[in-house]
């Protein structure tokens, strides 16, 4: 397996969501822009704690600063997640095959009861549509 660096742009991006307060962050982004100050009101922070928070997320590529006077703004950005998206798909192509193959067994697995049942019941069919008559022989 090749060696890693560890500083990718998709290792730094990890590094900022592996933290559930960023990933807050980003949330509250979502709403709209907001500065330093109001995001460590809004999470009951101090400001130089969010700071810290906004400056790994920056770093990331998720969050853009702009100043409006001396105040800064945050905004979130999209642009690296597609990154992640990248990184992720054959994941999901994995994910989703076996889920495939699993509903291929469950799907033989009830056949294979209902057939059963079947020949346990002299071949009746279900009494009320919610389950398979049952004799008391």
Request: glycine fraction near 8%.
């Amino acid at each position: 397996m090749p060696r890693r660096v560890k500083e990718s742009p998709l290792d730094q991006l990890f590094g900022a969501l592996a933290n559930p307060t960023r990933r807050d962050i980003l949330d509250a982004l979502l709403d709209g822009d907001r500065s330093a100050g109001d995001l460590a009101r809004l999470f009951e922070m101090s400001r130089p704690s969010v700071s810290e928070h906004l400056r790994a997320l920056r770093e990331a590529g998720l969050v853009e600063e702009r100043a409006v006077g001396r105040r800064r703004i945050y905004r979130v950005t999209a642009t690296p997640l597609a990154g992640l998206v990248d990184w992720l798909s054959p994941y999901e192509r994995f994910w989703r095959d076996r889920l495939a193959a699993l509903g291929d067994v469950v799907d033989r697995m009830s056949e294979s009861r209902e057939a059963t049942d079947l020949e346990h019941d002299g071949g009746r069919a279900p009494s009320d549509g919610a389950g398979w008559a049952r004799r008391d022989d």
